[in-house]
T-cell receptor, first 114, second 111 residues
């Protein structure tokens, strides 16, 4: 079955530290992969996306993600976290079964310590 | 910028009421979606629509219906609200590149 797994429900990092949020997917074809961020009480905002080509993609707010087909992973990274990065992060697979449907992970809530 | 607007940020309704959640997008997107978001469960697809007057069930359609009479508007209807429908509801629309744009969400409480 198609699925997206975010194994970390909560992550706490200190401001200025590096960050990696994990995402693993199960999908038969080449996936369209996304990371979204949700600030408290808000909708989701696209951070970055991978469709094809270079497996390291850059996004907004200094985030990047690397697609690793062999590991079925699409981990999100940031070299230096800012307090404003505290939010919930969702990994998603899009274009499921040739449609415009998405499968979302259950999210990782990031807390940033000052 | 693409804008997806949900008519209400917060709603409180009584059990058994008929509830309408409205969503409007201004970018002429073909595809629109309604999701429900609950802690620990992520986003779950309720219904989606590829075109006017067209709808398809998502993963959790029970207790919901939708209406898409105009391309820019996609409404979610709770026929008879129940307490287990208390949740955050998110509307989204997508381009032909699949990238989804989300509204701000409607937090619905059913009492």
């Amino acid at each position: 079955a198609q699925s997206v797994t975010q194994p970390d429900i909560h992550i706490t990092v200190s401001e200025g530290a590096s960050l990696e949020l994990r995402c693993n997917y199960s999908y038969g074809a080449t996936p369209y992969l996304f990371w979204y961020v949700q600030s408290p009480g808000q909708g989701l905002q696209l951070l970055l996306k991978y469709f094809s080509g270079d497996t390291l993609v850059q996004g907004i707010k200094g985030f990047e993600a690397e697609f690793k087909r062999s590991q079925s992973s699409f981990n999100l990274r940031k070299p230096s976290v800012h307090w404003s990065d505290a939010a919930e992060y969702f990994c998603a697979v899009g274009g499921v079964s040739g449609t415009y449907k998405y499968i979302f992970g259950t999210g990782t809530r990031l807390k940033v310590l000052a | 910028d693409v804008k997806v607007t949900q008519s209400s940020r917060y709603l409180v309704k009584r059990t058994g009421e008929k509830v309408f959640l409205e969503c409007v997008q201004d970018m002429d997107h073909e595809n629109m979606f309604w999701y429900r978001q609950d802690p620990g469960l992520g986003l779950r697809l309720i219904y989606f629509s590829y075109d006017v007057k067209m709808k398809e069930k998502g993963d959790i359609p029970e207790g919901y219906s939708v209406s898409r009479e105009k391309k820019e508007r996609f409404s979610l209807i709770l026929e008879s609200a129940s307490t287990n429908q208390t949740s955050m509801y998110l509307c989204a629309s997508t381009t032909n590149k699949i990238e989804a744009f989300f509204g701000q969400g409607t937090r619905l409480t059913v009492v």
